[in-house]
């Protein structure tokens, strides 16, 4: 398996996604996805389509039959969460919500995800 984490940022001319596309081999297509299988080691990736209003992530998938339903928002959040810095000493601001915000936030980790931000 390679030493990638289960998912990360993909920042198609960064050098990192440029490397990390030499291991893989391109196996399908959806609409807002591709599924890469590593050459080595089999294991399947899939990357988001490019899209110029929303980051993109690769993240690794269980399966051939789900790949393009697996639901990778809890690791996309935890991967938010840790860009971000963790938690602040703050409250959310949305009205009945009692969550510490995120670093560089006024709002909880759901609530920040909720409103469309990745990074």
Known sequence: MPSWPEIDYFHANAATARGRLAEL???AQAD???LYRHKHD???WRVDREDK????FIVRVPSLSDWESFDSSPLEKQLLLSARGGESEDRCLIAGCSAKAIKAS?????HTYERGVRK
């Open 25 to 27: 081999e391109h196996v």
């Open 32 to 34: 807002w996805y591709d």
């Open 42 to 44: 089999g294991s399947l």
């Open 53 to 56: 209003y929303q980051g993109r």
């Open 106 to 110: 006024a709002f909880c980790l759901e």
